[in-house]
């Protein structure tokens, strides 16, 4: 009796003791999302970087501003919902201390109309609605200058502004709107710019249902941003390489079917 509980007390201790390491070596972040594709693949990322200790917990954000202006204030470690000029953007108007770490998908984002089945069949006049952020109202404006609707300056980079459109045959009337409200804009308008996000949300196929759709290449990528003083941080890491796996990116092509593209 006495050789039998000699040989399992180690065991028991041993047990303990790698059950109470593996704890203390767990670790938990809050990210912040924006609800729809962005919250959706990372509830296929939290189970994989559990698995390496790193406990998920996401915050949903219904715009695109907050969620820069929690991780700047450490609120949260980590945001996953924009693209490198808008976050370029952000930094330069308000000096966040924020830089990304990884790349994420791409949401080429579409021209939706409930009115037109072409945006040729837009009357001279007709009012567009696009978001009055400068990086998502640039896009729409650099798509439809890509697509013959307008001209615009030389020389306006990823950022151009109604101010920056030369040429306007049709007249277009670009009514600015909150990204996040553009989906109700449909109504009011001849057409709307809406981000994918916001379109799925409003039961929108972002695929079938533009009359006009971005080139999905180009520098509007997603990423994984963090504040820059965590960036040795050995959970960022960890975050990034649960992203970036196969079973990640099978999710995104199963689920969205070409609404959303990996982009690692």
């Known amino acids: 009796m006495e ?3 000699s040989f399992r007390l180690p065991l028991i201790l041993a047990t303990v003791l790698a059950a109470w390491s593996a ?12 609800p729809g594709p962005h919250a959706q693949i990372f509830e296929a990322v939290k189970p994989i970087a559990a698995k390496q200790g790193l406990d998920i917990q996401l915050i949903e ?6 969620p820069n202006a929690a991780l700047d204030a450490g609120e949260i470690q980590a945001n996953s919902f924009q693209n490198q000029p808008y976050l370029d953007n952000q930094k330069a108007d308000r000096g966040y201390k924020i830089e990304a770490v990884g790349l994420t998908v791409n949401f080429p984002i579409g021209v939706y109309s409930k009115k037109h089945k072409a945006f040729a069949d837009i009357p001279e006049g007709g009012k567009v609605s696009i978001p009055n952020d400068p ?8 798509l ?10 030389d020389g306006t980079g990823f950022k151009p502004t109604v101010l920056d459109i030369t040429e306007n045959p049709k007249k277009l009337k670009f009514i600015e709107v909150d ?6 804009a449909l109504d009011d308008v001849d057409a709307a710019a809406i981000n994918t996000n916001y379109a799925t949300q409003a039961g929108l ?6 009359i006009l759709r971005e080139d999905p290449k180009g520098p509007y990528v997603n990423l994984i941003a963090i504040r820059t003083v965590d960036k040795d941080k050995p959970w960022v890491k960890i975050l990034v390489d649960s992203y970036h796996t196969a079973e990640v990116k099978e999710f995104v092509l199963t689920k969205f079917k ?3 593209l990996p982009s690692w």
Do not use: W
């Not at 704890?23 to 924006?34: H, L, N, R």
């Not at 196929?205 to 533009?210: A, E, I, Q, T, Y």
């Open 144 to 153: 439809l200058r890509d697509k013959g609707a307008i001209k615009l300056k």
């Open 205 to 210: 196929d972002p695929v079938k249902d533009p």
């Open 23 to 34: 704890a203390a070596s767990g670790e938990t972040i809050k990210i912040g999302v924006t």
């Open 258 to 260: 070409g609404a959303v």
């Open 3 to 5: 050789t039998k509980m």
């Open 179 to 184: 990204a996040a409200q553009a989906p109700r």
């Open 135 to 142: 990086t998502n109202g640039g896009r729409v404006l650099l």
């Open 61 to 66: 954000f219904s715009d695109y501003v907050v």
